[in-house]
């Protein structure tokens, strides 16, 4: 256990080690010169730096040093002057700080008292006050014992008013340091000075900033210089070192995932109530997925799931369900997040329970043999059953089953405790990375479970996994039976509750909560949705206000427009969806047109699709989406019909081609081709360029598709390490070492930190190939120009990779990038072929420009030879070195290697 807490210090003490040493240079050497100038007279004292005795700046990092060594060196550097690090409690360093015993002091928060006798420097790092306790928080503070926090401190009154808001009046202990704060089985402390974590935490305040102090008869030498050393300072990674000398997670799995960054997870609806509150945004799940992105840098998506269609459209994702044997057929558990109680809400009219609800996907060991089970796929039409006297009871969870009868309340109905259920993360067998999933979700359980991390940023609500089980959760609705003793009073609470979970408030429509009850009814023929497509623009030039203002005028006209018998909702924002009984699709044209002279009065633009109904629902409102979003590229035609339009297919297609593209990248899915070049002087092959090739289930994608799609999703740095990585490993798989393989790689990817981070490590991991070649396009963006250049320089002096680019033409951007970096090899575009065919005159132009050329560079290549005419005009410009489809097209590894044999 200690090696491998030792393991995770050592890895957040080098991060900030790495950080001192790349900023040596930027505090090593003073410039805050007008600063200096008057410090003469001050030059010859020795500045008193007062540090908290045990706090975050008195410990070592990696290197040596002291954390308060940050602001020191530059300081001695700036002022020519001597220090003296004076390390006390709070209480005594304000003391001295107040008399003038001490120059400045590290790690304070403003207070209205200290305000009077110190300035303060910009903020170093936030601070965000917690109470740590060692046992359950709660149950400590409903004890009454003490909370103890530093004297002197900021958080003392900090504390009192925290107590005060959630109604507790435990007593302050004060005391004097650091360790004998960390000693208290209940205490308060900013986030930077918990050096151990006792089990729970709780955020008590909006974050405090940390800085240094300097008493004010110094302070107006010393201020300015501190402040000049902090922004001189990368300040976002100070604070993020700073803060990272002090992460104590437990020891984590060291497993990382192979492909991206983020992980789905499904979850099951019929566990809603345990991960989330239904009338709260305060989500149980989110603390697993805070962890994960704080820990290791990972996205936990959660998507959710209320058939069984959805679970097998994601079958290859993370399942977030109740514990059961069947399920582990295909699926790794993980340890348990809590336990869930599962209950059989009976109707206590009915003496005898024969028909039970149960939902498809619950264990099935909570089936009796003697009962009969009707299945449901939705929960709330298993409850409709129930109310309705289909069913006698039904089973669930137990806050689901109260979430959805306590809008019931005319109910007689019983609860029957079954069993409690654990829930678990399952993970799919035959996922690439099983292992590694497993892995990290169990690091972030037993994370989560010892150190009671929950991810919420305001302290009104404390909601526990054990509050879930004892069903002791606070529902809105708690109140709601009070309303029963005077029955006037309930029955306006009940038609206010009505409108409110049925009507959007702003445009009076009815709202998605009622839409599926509609879309069951047969009567309706068509789905027809709406959008407003220029709201954004009214939204920028007008206003919020005008802009809701548009969206009540246009629900006006929808009404108008339509009759009374279609049902018209606002899904959410600008759109809207109308259930509509027209068989017939002429006379939905002809309302859409009224729909439109009003709008038109209006200055209101709309896109529309239209979709015949289904029994689905959910894929019904996406087929009529993707028909307003075909229309909205088109503002001439009116609607667009799902069924009738190809223009709505050849959307669709699109987005499928997007698809293909992003899953290929996602599983490496992108083969190489190679091109092979030639030296005409020796007859043979002296290279090869790797290009980017897929194809999809026996279909090819062309490179101008995908390239064009990736380059403007700003994922083409994850192609071009791909190729490259292909690249590396066909060379070391056949010993292709005697031929230079150029890989392709453009001005964005070396401008990504992530690219060139990886790079280094293949080339770093492979130093045995000095046969590589990177091709630079011509076409720098002018931002990335310096970048490109140091990046190149970096690459060729530390692993000797050769560095060519691609696409030269005569322009003056070429020749300037020339004369800023000398390239191994330059290659002369095929646009320059069409020119000098039958034009002597341009041919001379050529000529000279390769001369110049020659001058910066090594290696002249000529690509796109076409025929022997190409062939001989090259000759004839003295250039031996080519590439083109007169010698070969861009062929597959296997075909290169026969190429090569022969």
Avoid at 358 to 381: A, G, N, V, W
Avoid at 505 to 516: A, D, R
Avoid at 735 to 742: A, C, E, R
Avoid at 854 to 876: A, M
């Amino acid at each position: 256990m200690m090696k491998s807490i030792y393991f995770i210090f050592k890895l957040h003490y080098l991060c900030p080690l790495l950080f001192l040493i790349f900023i040596t240079p930027s505090y090593a050497a003073c410039s805050i010169n007008n600063t200096v100038t008057g410090m003469l007279p001050y030059q010859n004292e020795v500045i008193k730096i007062g540090v908290v005795s045990d706090s975050l700046y008195t410990r070592k990092i990696a290197n040596g040093d002291f954390a308060y060594e940050i602001i020191e060196k530059p300081l001695k550097n700036c002022l020519g002057v001597e220090t003296l690090i004076i390390q006390k409690p709070l209480a005594e360093l304000l003391a001295l700080a107040k008399s003038g015993k001490v120059d400045l002091i590290f790690d304070l928060a403003k207070t209205k008292d200290r305000n009077q006798y110190l300035d303060y420097s910009i903020k170093i790092s936030d601070e965000i006050p917690y109470i740590v306790s060692s046992n359950p928080l709660m149950n400590n503070l409903e004890s009454g014992q003490s909370i103890a926090t530093l004297k002197g401190s900021a958080w003392v009154d900090l504390t009192k008013r925290f107590l005060e808001s959630i109604g507790f009046n435990n007593n302050i202990k004060l005391v004097e340091s650091v360790s004998d704060l960390n000693k208290e089985p209940l205490f308060v402390s900013g986030s930077s000075h918990i050096t151990n974590y006792h089990g729970f935490k709780m955020p008590i305040s909006e974050m405090k900033g940390s800085h240094v102090a300097v008493i004010k008869s110094k302070s107006k030498i010393l201020l300015p210089v501190i402040n000049g050393i902090i922004e001189n300072i990368d300040k976002t990674q100070l604070e993020k070192e700073i803060t990272g000398l002090n992460n104590q997670y437990l020891s984590l799995s060291n497993k990382k995932l192979q492909n991206g960054n983020y992980i789905n997870v499904l979850m099951d609806f019929h566990l809603f109530p345990f991960y989330a509150d239904k009338y709260n945004n305060l989500l149980i799940f989110n603390k697993y997925k805070n962890l994960a992105a704080e820990i290791y840098g990972i996205n936990l998506i959660d998507r959710d799931c209320h058939d069984n269609s959805c679970f097998e459209l994601y079958s290859d994702d993370v399942t977030m369900a109740l514990y059961d044997k069947e399920k582990l057929d295909g699926n790794l558990p993980t340890k348990s997040l809590g336990l869930v109680r599962i209950v059989l809400f009976k109707n206590t009219k009915i003496n005898d329970v024969k028909r039970i609800g149960i939902m498809k996907e619950m264990p099935r060991d909570l089936r009796s043999s003697s009962k009969k089970y009707i299945e449901f796929l939705h929960q709330e039409e298993m409850v409709e059953y129930f109310m309705q006297g289909g069913i006698d009871a039904f089973i669930s969870t137990s806050l689901d089953g109260k979430l959805l009868l306590a809008q019931n309340p005319n109910l007689n109905f019983t609860e029957e405790p079954l069993s409690l259920k654990s829930v678990v993360f399952l993970v799919p067998k035959n996922h690439p990375e099983s292992n590694a999933l497993l892995s990290i979700l169990n690091s972030l359980i037993e994370i989560s479970n010892t150190t009671g991390y929950v991810a919420i940023n305001k302290h009104a609500r404390n909601l526990i996994l054990q509050s879930v089980i004892d069903g002791k959760k606070e529902l809105r609705l708690r109140d709601f039976y009070s309303y029963m003793v005077l029955s006037i009073l309930f029955v306006i609470y009940i038609y206010y509750f009505y409108k409110k979970v049925t009507v959007d408030p702003l445009t009076k429509l009815l709202n998605s909560n009622v839409m599926k009850k509609y879309h069951r009814n047969k009567k309706y023929k068509n789905i027809i949705y709406i959008n407003i497509s220029n709201l954004e623009n009214i939204k920028k030039s007008d206003g919020v206000e005008n802009a809701n203002n548009i969206i009540r005028v246009f629900s006006h006209m929808l009404k108008a427009s339509f009759p009374s018998k279609a049902k018209i909702f606002r899904l959410y924002g600008d759109h809207f969806v109308i259930f509509s009984k027209y068989g017939c699709i002429k006379k939905i044209e002809d309302k859409l047109i009224q729909l439109k002279q009003r709008s038109d009065d209006k200055r209101v633009v709309f896109n529309c699709g239209v979709k015949n109904r289904s029994s689905d629902l959910k894929l019904d409102l996406i087929a009529s989406t993707e028909a307003m979003y075909a229309n909205s590229l088109n503002d001439s035609a009116l609607f667009y019909s799902y069924e009738d339009s190809k223009e709505v297919q050849d959307y669709i297609n699109k987005n499928v081609i997007k698809e293909v593209i992003t899953q290929a990248l996602k599983y490496k899915s992108f083969s190489v081709n190679f091109q092979p070049k030639f030296d005409l002087k020796l007859g043979a092959i002296y290279g090869a360029e790797a290009l980017a090739r897929l194809y999809v289930n026996g279909q090819h994608y062309s490179p101008a598709v995908f390239v064009n799609y990736l380059e403007k999703c700003g994922r083409i740095p994850e192609l071009d390490y791909l190729i490259l990585e292909k690249t590396v490993d066909f060379i070391k798989i056949n010993n292709m070492f005697d031929v230079v393989f150029s890989v392709n790689v453009s001005s964005e990817s070396i401008a990504c930190e992530m690219f060139k981070k990886k790079v280094r490590a293949i080339l770093t991991e492979n130093d045995m190939i000095k046969n590589l070649e990177l091709e630079i396009i011509e076409s720098i963006a002018s931002e990335h120009k310096n970048a490109v250049i140091r990046f190149i320089t970096e690459i060729r002096h530390d692993f000797g990779v050769k560095i060519s680019l691609d696409d030269f033409t005569t322009g003056n951007s070429s020749m300037i990038l020339l004369s800023e970096f000398r390239f191994d090899c330059i290659k002369l575009d095929r646009s320059l072929f069409n020119a000098m065919h039958n034009n002597d005159k341009f041919k001379g132009a050529v000529k000279n420009l390769i001369k110049e050329v020659k001058n910066f560079c090594d290696e002249i290549v000529f690509e796109g030879i076409e025929n022997e005419e190409d062939e001989s005009l090259v000759i004839e410009l003295g250039v031996h070195k080519v590439q083109g489809w007169k010698y070969s097209k861009p062929i597959t590894p296997d075909e290169f290697i026969s190429l090569i044999k022969n």
